[in-house]
C-alpha cells in the first residue's frame, strides 16, 4: 500500500515563530488531507489540497503532486498551535484515508 | 449540528466484556469508517462502509464486529476486551463526488477505550 512520511516528527517553537512541515507520499493520490489533533485528541480538519496552494489565515498548504509532497506552513505560531498535525492520503486503488505518522508540535510562550 | 458524533467518548471496561460504540453522521456521506489510534497516535484504518456494504476489512480480530444499520450510521462491537484493545477509535465519513474527483474525509470526537 502506499507510505506516507511526515518530517520533522517533532518539533518545538516559541510563540511567534514560523514552520515548514513536511509530508512525503509513495504514490500517485487524489486526496490529500492536513490534520491538526489538538490536546483534546479532536481531529481538526485543516485543508483538503490534493494539489496547489491554499491559504487559512497563519496557515496556508502547498501539494505538489507529480513529486509527491506536501508542505504545511504555520506562521506566527501561537500556544493553541500545539498538538500533533497529520498529513493523510487516498490513493487511486482504495477509498480510505492513510495517515502519515505525525508531526508532534510544541509552541512555548 | 455536529456532522460526525460518536458516543461514549470515554468508555472504560473490564476484560472480557462486550461493548459497542456508536457512530452517527448527518453529511449525507455515503462512506462511513472506523480508525484505531494506538498509544503512539498511530492512526490505522479497521473498516469502511460504502452505502451499507463492507468494503475494506483490515487485518483486525474477528472480536471486532461493524454493523451499518443505515448509510448514517455505523456502529463498533467489540467482543471479550482484551488489554491491548485500549485506544483512541475514531469514526469518519466521505463523500466521493465523481465529478470533481473529489473526497473529503471528516472525523468524529473519538472514543478512548480503556480496558482494566
Known amino acids: 500500500g502506499i507510505q506516507v512520511e511526515q518530517s520533522p516528527p517533532d518539533l518545538i517553537l516559541q510563540e511567534g515563530a514560523n514552520s515548514t512541515l513536511r509530508c512525503n507520499f509513495s504514490d500517485s493520490v487524489n486526496n490529500l488531507q492536513w490534520f491538526h489533533q489538538n490536546p483534546w485528541g479532536q481531529l481538526i480538519n485543516l485543508f483538503y489540497i490534493p494539489s496547489g496552494t491554499k491559504q487559512n489565515g497563519r496557515l496556508s498548504a502547498t501539494t505538489v503532486a507529480t513529486e509527491r509532497y506536501s508542505l504545511l506552513y504555520i506562521s506566527s505560531s501561537q500556544t493553541t498551535d500545539s498538538g500533533v498535525y497529520f498529513c493523510a492520503v487516498i490513493d487511486t486503488g482504495r477509498r480510505a484515508l492513510t495517515f502519515g505518522s505525525g508531526t508532534r508540535l510544541q509552541v512555548q510562550p | 449540528d455536529t456532522a460526525v458524533s460518536q458516543t461514549p467518548k470515554y468508555l472504560v471496561t473490564q476484560m472480557g466484556n462486550d461493548k459497542s460504540i456508536k457512530c452517527e453522521q448527518n453529511l449525507g456521506h455515503d462512506t462511513m469508517y472506523w480508525y484505531k489510534q494506538d498509544s503512539k497516535k498511530f492512526l490505522k484504518i479497521m473498516f469502511s462502509y460504502n452505502n451499507k456494504e463492507l468494503i475494506i476489512n483490515e487485518t483486525v480480530p474477528n472480536r471486532f464486529s461493524p454493523k451499518s444499520p443505515d448509510k448514517a450510521h455505523l456502529n463498533l462491537h467489540i467482543n471479550s476486551l482484551e488489554l491491548g484493545d485500549s485506544a483512541v477509535y475514531f469514526c469518519?465519513?466521505?463523500?466521493?463526488?465523481?465529478?470533481?474527483?473529489?473526497?473529503?474525509?471528516?472525523f468524529g470526537q473519538g472514543t478512548r477505550l480503556t480496558v482494566v
Open positions: 469518519a465519513s466521505s463523500h466521493f463526488y465523481r465529478r470533481q474527483g473529489r473526497t473529503e474525509a471528516f
